[in-house]
């Protein structure tokens, strides 16, 4: 058996493990807008969006553990709501502090672009990270995602400093 992260559809028993990750990550207040105070996702919610990604051929719920882990990462990709919209997905991705540079980010985004390049649902991935994250970044630009645009202090941090948000795309099969 491989010592990588196994990377596999998120299932409701998924749930609590995810928003136990969610939280984790969220505390750290560097890398996501939300703070943990303002996660009120409960284990059901989680478990019905878990299920909702299932049911929908435009969206993935994904996570990854490796040996002995519990949820090591997370990878949610939502086709827009609207019409015009349906070919679009927003990615999210999080990774545990511990399971960071095992390759588990690495892992989930190959699974996601993978199952994105052989479905037309969906045409384009999207998704936002901060600007100063510099190792996220150079991650989505291995696998093909480029700056789309910038949005200048678009976040303020509780220290009165401000964060640029990036958008970055990717097309599916890219160009």
């Given at each position: 058996?491989?010592?990588?992260?196994?990377?596999?559809?998120?299932?409701?028993?998924?749930?609590?493990?995810?928003?136990?990750?969610?939280?984790?990550?969220?505390?750290?207040?560097?890398?996501?807008?939300?703070?943990?105070?303002?996660?009120?996702?409960?284990?059901?919610?989680?478990?019905?969006?878990?299920?909702?990604?299932?049911?929908?051929?435009?969206?993935?719920?994904?996570?990854?553990?490796?040996?002995?882990?519990?949820?090591?990462?997370?990878?949610?990709?939502?086709?827009?709501?609207?019409?015009?919209?349906?070919?679009?997905?927003?990615?999210?991705?999080?990774?545990?502090?511990?399971?960071?540079?095992?390759?588990?980010?690495?892992?989930?985004?190959?699974?996601?672009?993978?199952?994105?390049?052989?479905?037309?649902?969906?045409?384009?991935?999207?998704?936002?990270?901060?600007?100063?994250?510099?190792?996220?970044?150079?991650?989505?630009?291995?696998?093909?995602?480029?700056?789309?645009?910038?949005?200048?202090?678009?976040?303020?941090?509780a220290d009165g400093t401000y964060r640029d948000d990036v958008l970055l795309h990717r097309f599916c099969p890219p160009d």
């Amino acid at each position: 058996m491989s010592d990588g992260p196994k990377v596999v559809s998120a299932g409701r028993l998924d749930a609590l493990r995810c928003l136990a990750l969610r939280r984790d990550v969220l505390a750290e207040e560097r890398w996501f807008i939300t703070r943990a105070d303002e996660l009120t996702t409960t284990v059901d919610e989680e478990e019905r969006r878990i299920l909702a990604a299932r049911d929908d051929p435009r969206s993935l719920y994904l996570v990854a553990r490796l040996p002995g882990s519990r949820v090591a990462g997370l990878l949610t990709a939502t086709a827009g709501p609207l019409r015009r919209m349906h070919h679009a997905a927003k990615l999210e991705v999080m990774v545990a502090r511990e399971h960071r540079g095992a390759g588990v980010g690495r892992a989930l985004l190959k699974a996601c672009c993978r199952w994105a390049d052989e479905h037309d649902t969906v045409e384009k991935l999207g998704l936002t990270v901060f600007a100063d994250n510099e190792r996220a970044r150079a991650l989505y630009a291995q696998f093909g995602f480029r700056e789309e645009g910038r949005r200048p202090r678009e976040y303020r941090m509780a220290d009165g400093t401000y964060r640029d948000d990036v958008l970055l795309h990717r097309f599916c099969p890219p160009d």
